[in-house]
């Protein structure tokens, strides 16, 4: 099948990889097309792990183009929309040039977060009856973990009521629907009501552990006797209750702002917009809890930090916690060494040059003469530290873990002082 | 000799004679160009006194009277920090705090404008580390509230501005919430206090002396509900994290427990109503960030350069002065009242009370002598609008002689797409217009008004001032507030009183203190006057 992807999203990149090695021919627009709304963020194809290679790998196959906006319309008629929220604009004027050159059978699936209705008044500037059809597929792809979320989704949730459409999508993804046990199928609208409402499930979750461990930290309770009992109730389960110091990434962050501003439009409810505000204290707990351990004075204190892409798994620092905390430990004047396995690049783009703020290419470097490790993701290799080389490098054996990593136990009985998320 | 003994003072008694007999709305069908006559203005800020009871030769001779106080004398004194302030033996130099950086001005061998902008400097390493949200209070939560503590001059002048600035806001200042406190008793702070988060608010204890009894009780409980809300933090870290201090009297912040680290400086030649161009304005620059206050400052600086070097006839401060005397000293109408048409500048006329009425409300000169003529009006006011429905009917129809001034901006919510409150601007400026119009030239505006009933009639001629400013923002309410402290001293040269000093207040402050201790439990009989004593006892039966 030829097929254009538009956009500049994981997405975009992630589907345009995936659909060439299944021998599609694909032709992904995005930063070069001459459409306004252009998303000035370059996304990095090197913070998702394997998409490069397969990149450079169908691109060598010829199956794989990058274009203009004149090549993308006129290369095929079944087109991606890969989109960034704010790029209705972008999609608006895209449909009224496909819909212009394609008179007829032209499938457009949207996979852009533009808000419920949107794909609606989309398809409002096309002719259903001469088979110009939008559809609407929510993205499920979580950061890290995106090519394997693609080739293999176990459910299909497709807002497409069109039979002509639908066919098409079908042998679209057939090569990836192999394990994929349900096909759900709905109007565009509740596609994207569906899509909203898990993730702001999600968030909830989370934002409900936080609160619980909060509490439990001024309780003196251990949250995590808490958690593990709370999820052997089946109408729980274990999923997205980890508490932490605060969720980040960009597009679960967007996407729960923009369910947020519907939901106080439309309803004036605070529910979400709260989840939001505490999320944000949230990411500076661990500093808040190493500034009443010094007795708020943080002057001239050298402060390690392990950990600053949002997540394990993803070079991206979007929203992490890392920033928020890196801020308020400069503006102290702390000197601060840091690590990360993957996101260190991304963090000296950041910051750049700070007489203050050391970039570390090994972890236990960043330890040396610390008064403290504040720890914000958990990568594997943070796990099982070697304590004993820890204790020898730090000055004072301070380890505050945003993550509950480590056994609290076992530090302590090392001699650490050891600070948890409600623990 | 005293003021009134002058040639000038004599001319204008005698031309006074046959102007109390003119009605203002003569004056206009006498001279229909009136209004470019007698408007005046500096930097889009325009004074409108054509409706005064004056005419060409009233301001020649004020201009006269002016010339014979010496008062381009008395100007350079003040600007080049002459001891203009004798009773204390002390310059008074507010004009310096808004001098730009490249200017100098030395006061015993110091050049205080050095000083003036590295306190500036520290003001705005404060203000933008609260606005980034780097002021961390004692939990690690940045600070997002700031509650000024202060009373009189540090606090009426940056709550004013911080009203009347409101829509100026600075972006990174949108989530800080600021809050003054000025009442003894407590009521006010104890109210706020229930409402706000102790971890996430800052305290700014303004002070001059940092004696001030009323400020430092409120600045004591704030201390106290501190303490309470954290059982871990020592109280040094707690007033460290908590507290700023703004003082000419760095020793005695100290002593109180604020850190140097967390003192703003101003100094003694700062009087306290004119101190808000200081750190005493902290709040405003909290408000605006510090471009807003420094666009705030330079308003100011750009009035102050009008006042120093324009000729007295164009001289907007010495104006709008002259005519005051001109209707106080000549005219003798002993109130004025202060009526802005903007919500905005609501606080004004309390601040132009304690401006002009502590300043001027005097009546001994320079030289000691007891004065035979009348200094500062009563000054009053209230919003235009709101005034209207209340003391308005005085100025109409009753027996009072009253100066009004009127202060409105020409343009508001021009830059929004909000037709609504634009056109409740429009409904503003045509009430305003609508009052200076009859409250000057009566019903004459009205065809056949004379037929009407004695009770329906408006007699007008109270003489009318209009301020109009283009817009209103830091800079043009910096000239604002300017021209009014350069106008009040203007007056003060003229009734050769000092306006710097405030001696009137501090006998109240000795008496309470021994009436203190009449209200302790262990009391004697008290010894007052039998008003005192009567009441004092009231207060022992029902007041346990």
């Known amino acids: ?423 | 000799m005293p003021a009134n003994n002058s040639v000038a003072w004599k001319n204008l008694k005698s031309h006074a004679y046959s102007m109390s007999k003119t009605h203002i709305s003569s004056l206009f069908t006498d001279e229909p160009e009136r209004f470019s006559n007698f408007t005046f203005s500096q930097n889009n800020l325009l004074l409108d006194l054509s409706k005064q009871r004056i005419n060409k030769e009233s301001l020649t001779l004020l201009i006269q009277l002016a010339e014979e106080r010496s008062l381009c004398e008395w100007i350079k004194n003040l600007f080049n920090g002459a001891h203009v302030n004798d009773s204390e033996d002390r310059p008074a130099l507010h004009t310096a705090l808004r001098s730009p950086a490249n200017s100098s001005l030395s006061i015993n061998g110091k050049n205080i404008i050095e000083d003036v902008h590295n306190n500036l400097a520290r003001m705005e390493s404060m203000v933008n580390r609260v606005h980034s949200g780097q002021w961390r209070g004692f939990t690690g939560h940045p600070i997002d509230t700031v509650v000024n503590i202060g009373v009189g001059g540090s606090d009426l002048g940056p709550l004013m501005a911080c009203k009347a600035l409101s829509e100026n806001q600075t972006d990174t200042a949108q989530n800080i919430k600021i809050h003054f406190v000025s009442s003894m008793d407590g009521s006010q702070l104890a109210e706020l206090l229930n409402s706000l988060n102790p971890a996430r608010t800052l305290f700014v204890i303004s002070s001059k002396s940092f004696t001030t009894i009323d400020t430092l009780a409120n600045a004591q409980t704030a201390k106290k509900w501190l303490k309470k809300s954290s059982s871990t933090a020592s109280e040094e870290t707690l007033v460290s994290r908590h507290f700023i201090g703004v003082s000419a009297n760095p020793d005695k912040a100290k002593e109180w427990g604020i850190p140097k680290s967390n003192q703003l400086e101003f100094w003694d030649w700062t009087g306290g109503r004119y101190s808000m161009w200081s750190a005493i304005g902290l709040p405003i620059a909290m408000q605006l960030g510090m471009k807003g206050f420094r666009e705030f400052l330079s308003g100011a600086h750009s009035m102050d350069e009008h006042f120093r070097t324009a000729p007295l006839a164009e001289n907007l401060p010495v104006l709008l002065a002259m005519v005051g005397i001109w209707n106080i000293n000549f005219l003798h109408i002993n109130a004025h009242a202060i009526l802005p048409y903007d919500g905005r500048l609501s606080p004004l006329p309390a601040y132009l009370e304690q401006l002009e009425m502590e300043s001027n409300g005097k009546s001994v000169d320079r030289q000691g002598n007891a004065i035979n003529y009348k200094t500062c009006p009563i000054l009053w006011g209230e919003v235009g609008t709101n005034a209207q429905h209340a003391f308005y009917q005085l100025l109409h129809q009753g027996t009072e002689a009253v100066m009004c001034d009127f202060i409105v901006a020409a343009r508001r919510y021009h830059d929004t797409d909000n037709p609504e409150l634009q056109h409740q601007h429009q409904l503003n400026l045509a009430n305003c217009l609508a009052q200076s119009r009859i409250l000057s030239l009566g019903d004459s505006v009205l065809e056949g008004a004379a037929d009407a009933p004695a009770f329906k009639r408006y007699k007008g001629n109270q003489p009318c001032t209009t301020i109009m400013l283009d817009e209103l923002n830091p800079f043009s309410f910096g000239q604002l507030i300017a021209m009014y402290e350069h106008k009040v001293f203007v007056q003060s040269v003229i009734w050769n009183i000092n306006p710097f000093d405030q001696w009137g207040v501090e006998l109240g402050k000795t008496v309470a203190t021994s009436l203190l201790s009449a209200l302790s439990p262990e009391k004697a009989q008290p010894t007052f006057d039998s008003s005192t004593n009567g009441l004092l006892n009231r207060i022992a039966e029902r007041g346990a």
């Open chain 1, 1 to 423: 099948m030829k097929v254009t992807i538009w956009g500049n999203e994981l997405l975009a990149w992630t589907s345009a990889a995936a659909l060439a090695e299944s021998g599609n021919h694909v032709v992904l627009v995005n930063n070069e097309h001459e459409l306004p709304d252009e998303v000035e963020t370059e996304f990095k194809v090197s913070n998702e792990p394997g998409l490069e290679q397969l990149l450079t790998e169908t691109k060598a196959t010829g199956r794989l183009a990058m274009g203009t906006d004149q090549l993308g319309i006129n290369h095929a008629s079944v087109h991606i929309l890969a989109l960034n929220p704010d790029q209705f604009g972008t999609a608006e004027l895209l449909i009224a040039r496909l819909s212009a050159k394609h008179s007829n059978n032209l499938l457009i699936i949207n996979q852009s977060n533009f808000g419920v209705g949107s794909t609606d008044r989309l398809q409002n500037r096309l002719d259903a009856c001469n088979n110009q059809v939008i559809s609407y597929i929510p993205n499920m792809l979580a950061e890290g973990t995106a090519l394997q979320d693609y080739k293999t989704p176990l459910t299909y949730i497709i807002g497409c009521t069109n039979d002509w459409a639908m066919l098409n999508i079908k042998a679209l993804f057939r090569p990836f629907s192999q394990v994929t046990t349900q096909w759900l199928l709905m109007t565009s609208k509740e596609a994207e009501f569906t899509k909203f409402a898990n993730t702001g499930m999600l968030a909830l979750r989370l934002g409900y552990i936080n609160e619980l461990a909060n509490l439990a930290d001024q309780l003196d309770v251990d949250i995590e006797v808490i958690r593990a009992a709370m999820i052997t109730d089946p109408r729980i389960g274990p999923h997205y209750l980890h508490p932490g110091c605060g969720f980040g990434g960009l597009h679960f962050q967007q996407y729960i702002e923009a369910l947020s501003e519907l939901l106080s439009e439309t309803r004036n409810s605070k529910l979400l917009d709260t989840v939001l505000t505490e999320n944000e204290k949230q990411k500076e707990q661990p500093f808040r809890k190493l500034w009443r351990h010094y007795d708020c004075d943080l002057e001239k204190r050298t402060i390690s930090i392990w950990g600053l892409s949002f997540k394990a798994g993803t070079a991206s620092i979007d929203n992490a916690p890392s920033l928020k905390i890196i801020d308020a430990l400069l503006a102290q004047n702390c000197k601060i060494q840091v690590h990360d396995p993957e996101a260190m690049s991304n963090i000296q783009k950041y910051f750049g040059d700070h007489s203050t703020l050391t970039y570390c290419d090994n972890s236990y470097d960043a330890l040396k003469g610390s008064d403290a490790l504040l720890l914000l993701t958990d990568w594997p290799e943070y796990w099982s530290p070697d304590l004993d080389k820890m204790k020898e490098l730090m000055i004072n054996p301070l380890i505050i873990d945003g993550r509950n990593l480590l056994d609290k136990e076992l530090l302590v009985n090392s001699g650490f002082k050891y600070y948890g998320v409600g623990r």
